[in-house]
């Protein structure tokens, strides 16, 4: 009787470890098989996206890499015309006539540090095709001195334009992901892309024509603005 019993303990001191590390083991794998359900770790998914803001609208698709980075590419793009208004430039009233245009093609890397937040760090590089405005200025009404009269078409009207051309470093941060967990997802993003200065382009006519030599003045004296912000709301759509 003696003996049974003490065979009995001893089974029961040697199979405790076994069946508590199989419930351990059952544990983890359930916890790893509810993340990989939401973040699938060997699943490659697919969005796109529509986008507006600065500096545009535009179209976007995203790759899932792993569980923590989105390759995204991407292109955006604005054009708004024939903008007119009336100025006062020393004493003179002057047309301004304006066009902006923007087209930018993208390539961004997304590294969101936790699947539990949306929070998300975004790095990559932007091709600014001819990013800039074009402004034509020309006076409204003629200018005397004394007796003599210059009709406004004889002065001339300068033709100016300023603009952002070629590869851009981009950084930002934002949230909302580029594959959403549902079906779709709306995200928001704040970067800048470093531009560096603008070209300047000066074409003038008349009287004006020898202000086109100031070009590479007027290029230094806007060198600073070489960073261009990036303000961008974003709708994905799982594929």
Aim: charged share 20%; net charge negative.
């Amino acid at each position: 009787m003696k003996k049974s019993i003490l065979s009995i303990v001893m089974g029961l001191v040697f199979l405790a470890p076994a069946v508590a590390q199989e419930a351990s083991t059952d544990t983890t794998a359930s916890k790893a098989s509810s993340t990989e359900d939401l973040y699938p770790m060997w699943q490659n998914r697919h969005a796109i996206a529509i986008s507006a803001g600065l500096p545009g609208f535009g179209l976007e698709y995203a790759y899932n890499l792993n569980r923590s980075l989105n390759l995204r590419a991407g292109f955006l793009a604005f054009t708004f015309n024939d903008y007119n208004t009336d100025m006062d430039i020393s004493g003179q009233s002057v047309n301004v006539n304006a066009n902006l245009t923007s087209t930018v093609f993208d390539i961004m890397l997304e590294y969101q540090p936790s699947t539990r937040s949306s929070f998300k760090l975004v790095a990559g590089l932007g091709y600014l095709n001819n990013v800039g405005v074009n402004t034509l200025i020309l006076l409204n009404d003629d200018i005397g001195y004394g007796d003599l009269v210059i009709d406004n078409e004889e002065i001339g009207d300068i033709d100016l334009t300023v603009s952002w051309t070629g590869v851009a470093p981009y950084m930002g941060f934002g949230f909302g992901r580029a594959i959403p967990k549902k079906r779709v997802g709306f995200g928001i993003e704040v970067g800048t892309y470093y531009a560096g200065g603008p070209s300047v382009d000066i074409d003038a006519s008349g009287m004006l024509e020898n202000t086109s030599e100031e070009e590479a003045e007027l290029e230094d004296n806007l060198s600073s603005y070489a960073w261009m912000p990036r303000v961008m709301a974003r709708l994905a759509i799982k594929l």
